[in-house]
């Protein structure tokens, strides 16, 4: 009995192939990590050949894996310009998006490849800053919609929420940082929820801290992280494999969760505008 290649596990290898985690990919695709295994060993089986490389620190594509990436990303790039076609969803003109760095990292790359296959003669332009300065873009119309982060006091995601990230304390793998008194901080722009939350709770645990450095730059952060010389907060989906996540055994405060949300430069975004939001919020999954 012939097989055949199927679509859902053709998305689901693009996404392993691409973020090179099977944590990340699962997230992308709304998956359970578990899921995305038997998906694997099920897609596998169809080629009769390996895939993938499991290593301590991710998935690499062996040599059949690489030649079914170029493949597979020509049948999804078809597949979504036929179901664009047929269901008359064809959309043009400049899309102007921005995000932070850290959802840039973990999310953009999806959206924005999904989005363009389903509407190639949309132009993207895209920008990422802290989202303070996501929030004056948008005042001044010089960007249609962001993806922001919002305060979440409650605990419980509101309606127009599409999810709930935690912030997460960040530091070297074995590292001290997290000991040292006063507690070396790196932390982002000072106006953010990723600067204002961590020194709010340091404050009310009364425990010590000093700033030892502050930039918009992620890569600048995971770098102070890296160095060993600090520690850092990122929302979880964003943290690197090779950092730690610091647990309340280490003598810091739990930390809030953010609510990730889409804002509008207008309160009546144009067609294209609105067609990415609604993309957004179906292929961007819930924590």
């Given at each position: 009995?012939?097989?055949?290649?199927?679509?859902?596990?053709?998305?689901?290898?693009?996404?392993?192939?691409?973020?090179?985690?099977?944590?990340?990919?699962?997230?992308?695709?709304?998956?359970?990590?578990?899921?995305?295994?038997?998906?694997?060993?099920?897609?596998?089986?169809?080629?009769?050949?390996?895939?993938?490389?499991?290593?301590?620190?991710?998935?690499?594509l062996t040599a059949t894996g690489e030649r079914?990436?170029?493949?597979?990303?020509?049948?999804?790039?078809?597949?979504?310009?036929?179901?664009?076609?047929?269901?008359?969803?064809?959309?043009?003109?400049?899309?102007?998006?921005?995000?932070?760095?850290?959802?840039?990292?973990?999310?953009?790359?999806?959206?924005?490849?999904?989005?363009?296959?389903?509407?190639?003669?949309?132009?993207?332009?895209?920008?990422?800053?802290?989202?303070?300065?996501?929030?004056?873009?948008?005042?001044?119309?010089?960007?249609?919609?962001?993806?922001?982060?919002?305060?979440?006091?409650?605990?419980?995601?509101?309606?127009?929420?599409?999810?709930?990230?935690?912030?997460?304390?960040?530091a070297q793998r074995g590292g001290a940082a997290?000991?040292?008194?006063p507690l070396p901080l790196a932390l982002g722009?000072?106006?953010?929820?990723?600067?204002?939350?961590?020194?709010?709770?340091?404050?009310?645990?009364?425990?010590?801290?000093?700033?030892?450095?502050?930039?918009?730059?992620?890569?600048?952060?995971?770098?102070?992280?890296?160095?060993?010389?600090?520690?850092?907060?990122?929302?979880?989906?964003?943290?690197?494999?090779?950092?730690?996540?610091?647990?309340?055994?280490?003598?810091?405060?739990?930390?809030?969760?953010?609510?990730?949300?889409?804002?509008?430069?207008?309160?009546?975004?144009?067609?294209?505008?609105?067609?990415?939001?609604?993309?957004?919020?179906?292929?961007?999954?819930?924590?």
């Amino acid at each position: 009995m012939s097989q055949s290649l199927d679509i859902d596990l053709l998305r689901s290898f693009v996404a392993i192939a691409e973020t090179g985690v099977l944590g990340q990919a699962a997230i992308r695709v709304g998956r359970t990590q578990s899921a995305l295994s038997m998906q694997m060993q099920k897609l596998e089986g169809i080629v009769e050949q390996p895939l993938l490389h499991r290593t301590g620190r991710g998935v690499t594509l062996t040599a059949t894996g690489e030649r079914l990436l170029v493949r597979a990303g020509e049948l999804l790039r078809k597949h979504d310009e036929a179901l664009a076609e047929l269901r008359g969803t064809q959309l043009s003109g400049v899309l102007r998006f921005s995000c932070p760095d850290d959802y840039a990292v973990v999310f953009l790359p999806y959206l924005l490849q999904s989005f363009a296959s389903l509407h190639p003669q949309v132009q993207l332009e895209v920008t990422c800053a802290p989202t303070p300065r996501l929030h004056e873009l948008l005042a001044r119309h010089a960007v249609d919609l962001a993806l922001v982060s919002v305060s979440n006091a409650s605990g419980a995601a509101a309606d127009d929420a599409i999810r709930l990230e935690p912030l997460v304390w960040v530091a070297q793998r074995g590292g001290a940082a997290a000991s040292m008194d006063p507690l070396p901080l790196a932390l982002g722009a000072p106006d953010a929820l990723d600067h204002l939350l961590p020194r709010q709770a340091l404050a009310a645990a009364g425990r010590a801290y000093r700033l030892a450095y502050a930039s918009s730059s992620l890569s600048g952060l995971v770098g102070m992280a890296r160095s060993g010389q600090a520690v850092i907060v990122l929302t979880r989906t964003a943290v690197p494999d090779d950092l730690q996540i610091l647990t309340p055994e280490h003598g810091l405060p739990e930390l809030p969760s953010v609510e990730v949300t889409l804002a509008f430069d207008r309160d009546k975004p144009s067609a294209l505008t609105a067609a990415f939001a609604a993309h957004v919020r179906k292929f961007l999954p819930a924590a």
